[in-house]
């Protein structure tokens, strides 16, 4: 007798989410960035969330500061009152210059203020994993205490981060991320309790594509930015596609 697979679990996001807030258009994970992707019409938006050494989170892909602040070194080493002080725009372009860094508190209640979704990438500085897991699922937990919307998908490269997100807020959901699908991806992600699989759109498969929705998973991609991967991947039944041309990409 033939088994059927799992229903897929209730998914309340939208399917276009603005990369880093805007993509390039603006210095990715300010708050000027939200409010250029949402001037294009995003109501999703993912960022990254990493941990100052006194404990506040705030936005920075990179584990060093110079590529996009002001500042140097490593920034989950300064303290939040030195890092508040930079620019994180001025990299970009003049007209954002003096932009300063967001904190995840400031992103949540913009946010939420404007009922937009959010992915929250956990970015760990050096040994950081777990702590930074902990305590972007207790902000989180804080944070939509009572919101109407849609809770924040929690995602990460690092399976100790979900790990620690995980045993903090187990109710919010997860996503683990991955740059290919190698061997034992689809089992890290299942015993971490996650809801979905964010991979690298290059090594999406109709195959791996499937394989992930009949374990009950659901599927996103980045970073998408060309309408042939958009066609591609929509025709497989992708659930999120990650992208930075919100310039390019209508999301209604």
Known sequence: MKTSAPALPHWPYPRWVAHRGAGKLAPENTLAAFRLGAQHGYRMFECDAKLSADGVLFLLHDDTLERTTTGQGLGGAQLWAALSRLDAG????????????????????????????????????????????????????????????????????????????????????????????????????????????????????????????????????????????VARLQAWGIDGIITDRVDRFSPV
């Open 90 to 229: 001025g990299w970009h372009s003049r007209a954002y210059a003096g932009e300063p860094p967001v904190t995840l508190d400031a992103v949540a209640h913009y946010c939420l203020a404007n009922r937009f979704d959010l992915n929250i990438e956990i970015k760990p500085g050096p040994g950081q994993a777990r702590a930074t897991g902990e305590a972007v699922g207790r902000e989180a937990l804080r944070l939509w205490a009572g919101a109407s919307g849609a809770p924040p998908l929690l995602s990460s490269f690092e399976p100790e981060a979900l790990a620690g997100a995980r045993d903090t807020a187990p109710a919010l959901p997860r996503g683990l991320l991955l740059e290919t699908l190698g061997d034992g991806w689809l089992d890290t992600a299942l015993g971490l309790g996650c809801v979905a699989v964010i991979c690298d759109h290059t090594y999406w498969t109709a195959e791996a594509m499937a394989r992930t929705r009949q374990t009950g998973l659901r599927t996103l991609a980045y970073t998408v930015n060309t309408p042939a991967d």
